[in-house]
């Protein structure tokens, strides 16, 4: 509980406007995009780093666990404060605070939704490449926790290769930078551990991030399948052939049909799946690999190959992607969205064995996901109003990971560990490596009150900890 003295202090900082405590209130911040609950005790809204520095310095004198939370799109259960205590959300944190085109950077605050940026600089040509599908609400504090992708982190990287600098509140009330605007600076890649962190070792407060040029000719190509293997075998024959589109994205059919009845993109309905392909680069180079993707896509047995012929059909086709979890919204009144990672060269036996996993529970699984990077999205129908189907649901994404484990794959490409997937932590990694990740986050937090029971697997993380009735010499 989050003593009345100390809610008291924490008011006087963000304002009687910055922070909420009713139920109703709170019920709003008891989740996130993934299938976990639990509600904060207080909300506060700080508009500054000072403010989050103040905010971080009475939880410590009261010994209040914290978490960040930018958007709440995340899907793993990052922004759930799973001991309760106090929230801060950055929502208030939301100002691009300096474009400079000439060295090709922006700084930001944390709150700042991620497409905001793009749109501020692309009438100057320039664009922010990592573009989660949440783009339109997700924010960079919750992108750098995360280390968050996107359909275009094929050719442009994740997260991390977009962030030169970092601001951050540690637990001990400190403002430190990292990274910054010079390309290179001596010392540890401090912003490199930072991003993917998940909200377990700081605030982030200010972020640099750099901007692209955007490229002088772009093509998106539609390939559509009357079988989900021939359409996976064609990922791994495009990268064999060395050609390196920006983007990948694969749907089959279950989810084309979801997509094409809510947004009217143009997809087939009655294919069992397509990719989405998209070139980018100068005229004549992205003119022959259109011409070079054909061939892969005939030769590996697609029925049809499109090229979008205006701005207008290639935006549209992006827009059926981007809008696929709310066409899903549509026919299920719950789903669960899965994050794995297979080499691409085990596209085709994964989805295979989620068609299986389907079968065993009975639940109907839709795939969308990054094809080029090999990172799949099954998307869990369930209905959570039937007993047991909740838990169907996660055995199903359960079997799903350990495949994508045993293929050399990872448990997560995107969305992170959170509360959702530390568990299966200890299937990803051995005791001393998972022991090498703890002793970074007790580095910076020994007290366990940043995000409490996140990534690490129970018997090895902080929620044993913050179980305790906490005293100044709890600590592993
Ligand atoms: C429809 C949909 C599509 C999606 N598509 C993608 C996709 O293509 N690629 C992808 O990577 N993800 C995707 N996601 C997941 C999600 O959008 C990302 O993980 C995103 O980065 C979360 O940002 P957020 O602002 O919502 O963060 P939140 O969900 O609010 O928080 C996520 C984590 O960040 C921490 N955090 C937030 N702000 C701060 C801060 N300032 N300092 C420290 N920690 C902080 C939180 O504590 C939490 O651990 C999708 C989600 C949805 C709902």
Same mark, same amino acid.
């Given at each position: 509980?989050?003593?009345?003295?100390? $809610?008291?202090?924490?008011?006087?900082?963000?304002?009687?406007?910055?922070?909420?405590?009713?139920?109703?209130?709170?019920?709003? +911040?008891?989740?996130?995009?993934?299938?976990?609950?639990?509600?904060?005790? @207080?909300?506060?809204?700080?508009?500054?780093?000072?403010?989050?520095?103040?905010?971080?310095?009475?939880?410590?004198?009261?010994? &209040?666990?914290?978490?960040?939370?930018?958007?709440?799109?995340?899907?793993?259960?990052?922004?759930?404060?799973?001991?309760?205590?106090?929230?801060? =959300?950055?929502?208030?944190? /939301?100002?691009?605070?300096?474009?400079?085109?000439?060295?090709?950077?922006?700084?930001?605050?944390?709150?700042?939704? /991620?497409?905001?940026?793009?749109?501020?600089?692309?009438?100057?040509?320039?664009?922010?490449?990592?573009?989660?599908?949440?783009?339109?609400?997700?924010?960079?504090?919750?992108?750098?926790?995360?280390?968050?992708?996107?359909?275009?982190? !094929?050719?442009?990287?994740?997260?991390? /290769?977009?962030?030169?600098?970092?601001?951050?509140?540690?637990?001990?009330?400190?403002?430190?930078?990292?990274?910054?605007?010079?390309?290179?600076?001596?010392?540890?890649?401090?912003?490199? @551990?930072?991003?993917?962190?998940?909200?377990?070792?700081?605030?982030?407060? $200010?972020?640099?991030?750099?901007?692209?040029?955007?490229?002088?000719?772009?093509?998106?190509?539609?390939?559509?399948?009357?079988?989900?293997?021939?359409?996976?075998?064609?990922?791994?024959?495009?990268?064999?052939?060395?050609?390196?589109?920006?983007?990948?994205?694969? !749907?089959?059919?279950?989810?084309?049909?979801?997509?094409?009845?809510?947004?009217?993109?143009?997809?087939?309905?009655?294919?069992?799946?397509?990719?989405?392909?998209?070139?980018?680069?100068?005229?004549?180079?992205?003119?022959?690999?259109?011409?070079?993707?054909?061939?892969?896509?005939?030769?590996?047995?697609?029925?049809?190959?499109?090229?979008?012929?205006?701005?207008?059909?290639?935006?549209?086709?992006?827009?059926?992607?981007?809008?696929?979890?709310?066409?899903?919204?549509?026919?299920?009144?719950?789903?669960?969205?899965?994050?794995?990672?297979?080499?691409?060269?085990? &596209?085709?036996?994964?989805?295979?064995?989620?068609?299986?996993?389907?079968?065993? +529970?009975?639940?109907?699984?839709?795939?969308?996901?990054?094809?080029?990077?090999? /990172?799949?999205?099954?998307?869990?129908?369930?209905?959570?109003?039937?007993?047991?189907?909740?838990?169907?649901?996660?055995?199903?994404?359960?079997?799903?990971?350990?495949?994508?484990?045993?293929?050399?794959?990872?448990?997560?490409?995107?969305?992170?560990?959170?509360?959702?997937?530390?568990?299966?932590?200890?299937?990803?990694?051995?005791?001393? =490596?998972?022991?090498?990740? $703890? =002793?970074?986050?007790?580095?910076?937090?020994?007290?366990?009150?940043?995000?409490?029971?996140?990534? !690490?697997?129970?018997?090895?993380?902080?929620?044993?900890?913050?179980? $305790?009735? !906490?005293?100044?010499?709890?600590?592993?």
């Amino acid at each position: 509980m989050i003593a009345v003295v100390a $809610k008291q202090d924490l008011i006087d900082v963000v304002g009687a406007k910055g922070y909420l405590d009713r139920a109703e209130d709170l019920t709003l +911040y008891e989740y996130d995009g993934g299938v976990d609950k639990h509600k904060p005790e @207080l909300v506060v809204f700080p508009q500054s780093t000072a403010e989050v520095v103040q905010i971080v310095n009475i939880a410590r004198e009261y010994t &209040i666990p914290l978490v960040g939370r930018g958007a709440g799109t995340g899907l793993s259960g990052g922004a759930i404060p799973r001991s309760g205590g106090l929230m801060v =959300s950055f929502a208030r944190m /939301n100002r691009i605070l300096e474009v400079d085109l000439a060295n090709e950077r922006a700084v930001v605050q944390p709150g700042v939704v /991620n497409l905001d940026i793009t749109l501020a600089v692309q009438g100057d040509k320039y664009f922010y490449a990592p573009d989660p599908s949440s783009q339109r609400a997700c924010t960079i504090g919750g992108n750098v926790a995360e280390n968050a992708g996107g359909p275009h982190t !094929l050719a442009y990287g994740v997260t991390t /290769n977009h962030v030169l600098g970092l601001e951050l509140v540690m637990l001990d009330g400190s403002v430190v930078t990292t990274g910054g605007n010079e390309s290179e600076l001596p010392g540890y890649d401090l912003v490199g @551990l930072f991003t993917g962190s998940e909200g377990t070792m700081a605030f982030v407060t $200010k972020v640099i991030v750099r901007l692209m040029r955007q490229p002088e000719a772009v093509k998106t190509l539609l390939a559509i399948y009357d079988s989900a293997v021939d359409c996976g075998n064609t990922v791994a024959e495009i990268t064999a052939r060395a050609i390196t589109p920006v983007a990948v994205e694969m !749907l089959d059919g279950v989810m084309l049909r979801m997509v094409e009845e809510a947004t009217h993109a143009g997809f087939p309905m009655d294919a069992e799946a397509v990719l989405l392909i998209e070139l980018e680069g100068l005229t004549e180079q992205v003119e022959e690999q259109v011409e070079q993707i054909r061939e892969v896509c005939l030769s590996c047995r697609a029925r049809e190959f499109r090229v979008a012929r205006s701005a207008e059909e290639r935006d549209l086709l992006w827009k059926g992607r981007k809008n696929a979890f709310g066409a899903v919204g549509r026919v299920s009144p719950f789903y669960y969205v899965q994050d794995g990672v297979v080499p691409r060269t085990k &596209i085709a036996p994964a989805l295979e064995h989620i068609r299986k996993v389907s079968e065993k +529970y009975g639940l109907t699984i839709s795939n969308i996901f990054h094809a080029g990077d090999g /990172n799949l999205h099954p998307i869990i129908l369930f209905d959570q109003r039937k007993p047991g189907d909740l838990e169907k649901a996660q055995k199903s994404g359960d079997e799903i990971l350990q495949f994508c484990i045993a293929a050399g794959g990872s448990i997560t490409g995107e969305h992170g560990v959170g509360m959702e997937k530390m568990e299966l932590m200890a299937h990803q990694f051995d005791g001393d =490596s998972l022991d090498a990740i $703890k =002793s970074f986050k007790m580095l910076f937090d020994p007290e366990c009150r940043l995000n409490p029971g996140k990534v !690490l697997p129970t018997g090895r993380g902080c929620l044993e900890i913050r179980q $305790k009735p !906490l005293t100044p010499a709890t600590t592993l």
